[in-house]
């Protein structure tokens, strides 16, 4: 860049000033949001979605008297929260969650639930790991998931689970040929990257005669997640060791699913490899990805941003961290896990079904 070219960016005369407050405004959008996400832990931490969960209208010092803390600062946080849409203001100093905005952030078990989201970035995004982050893209090292704040495992399990409630039994199962009647009659599945084990845990309710294992590296998330199972009284029929992707055991395996991780492991050929070696001759894989298209600008759109910052703050590190580092990163669409498939030696690949946020795939030897 040349000196002159610094003295046109200063001279505001060659800007179009339309393009400049469009670009502004955006700008602002995003500076609300970044500052509302710490208040929306704090209003799931302090209870204040919680006790507006009736639907009833009510004033700050009524929310405050509620949840044990001070007026002025729900009074604060209650404005902050109607400015962004998140709660609504019926005037007269009275604020109330409508159904929609109750079942994105009070109910857990809903489709809509949102807050998990909120808490992995923010963890993901904590000064600590800022900092091994600007060093990952001077050096290409990574970030491997387990150097991150516990935040993030606790809010990507949160984040993920509404959509495999929503679609996981009903729609995502049945989308791939044969494989619901062999569950229903019992089937010995695997769950690879299972994390917290949600996924596991769903599909192991609704099939009681099959036995499903969860897979992960990250011990701490197996131990979390054999507590889930425990809690639910699943133990017999599930279990959850601590194993990565190129080296689980266990089978001949029926199904072997991937929720929403391939993407983030350094050789995804290598493990898709390892697991034709663990699948029964007629076994499935299931593989569930972030949805997304096969160029950068088909992925230009809301949920391609948070994809794709997603990718860059927390995929392709942790990809980058492990051997061969691939890095497919989020928003690797179509083409490119057809390819990783057939360099893994599986002959029959198909996109078996999709939501607005996911594309399931199908893969068989």
């Not at 516990?150 to 995502?172: C, I, N, Q, S």
Request: aromatic share 10%.
């Amino acid at each position: 860049m040349t000196t002159d070219d610094v003295s046109d960016m200063r001279d505001m005369s060659v800007l179009d000033e339309g393009r400049l407050n469009e670009l502004l405004g955006k700008v602002v959008t995003d500076l609300g949001a970044v500052a509302v996400a710490p208040l929306l832990s704090i209003g799931e931490r302090l209870g204040l979605f919680r006790a507006l969960a009736d639907g009833g209208p009510v004033d700050s010092a009524k929310l405050a008297e509620r949840t044990g803390t001070v007026e002025r600062n729900v009074r604060e946080w209650l404005a902050a929260m109607a400015a962004s849409g998140y709660v609504t203001y019926d005037g007269d100093g009275r604020f109330r969650l409508s159904p929609e905005q109750a079942a994105a952030f009070t109910d857990e078990e809903s489709p809509a639930f949102v807050l998990g989201g909120f808490q992995a970035f923010m963890a993901a995004a904590r000064p600590e790991a800022r900092e091994k982050l600007e060093r990952a893209f001077k050096d290409g090292g990574g970030v491997g998931w387990h150097e991150h704040h516990p935040d993030l495992f606790a809010g990507t399990a949160r984040f993920f689970k509404p959509g495999y409630a929503a679609h996981l039994v009903d729609e995502w199962l049945p989308a791939l040929d044969g494989v619901v009647d062999k569950l229903r009659a019992g089937a010995r599945a695997a769950d690879v990257g299972c994390g917290l084990g949600h996924s596991t845990l769903y599909m192991a309710r609704a099939f009681p005669q099959s036995r499903f294992t969860g897979f992960d590296y990250h011990a701490p998330s197996v131990d979390a997640a054999r507590r889930l199972a425990g809690e639910g009284g699943l133990d017999g029929q599930v279990s959850f060791e601590v194993a990565g992707a190129a080296d689980f055991t266990g089978g001949p395996y029926d199904l072997v699913a991937y929720f929403d991780c391939l993407h983030d492991m350094g050789d995804p050929v290598g493990a898709l490899a390892h697991t034709r070696e663990q699948l029964a001759p007629d076994g499935t894989v299931m593989l569930v990805e972030p949805y997304a298209g096969d160029s950068v600008q088909d992925n230009l759109n809301p949920l391609g941003r948070a994809f794709y910052a997603a990718s860059s703050l927390i995929c392709t590190p942790a990809s980058q961290s492990q051997t061969v580092g691939r890095a497919l990163g989020a928003q690797a669409g179509e083409a490119q896990t057809r390819q990783v498939a057939a360099e893994a030696g599986f002959g029959r690949f198909r996109r078996a079904t999709e939501t607005p946020f996911n594309l399931v795939y199908e893969a068989r030897i």
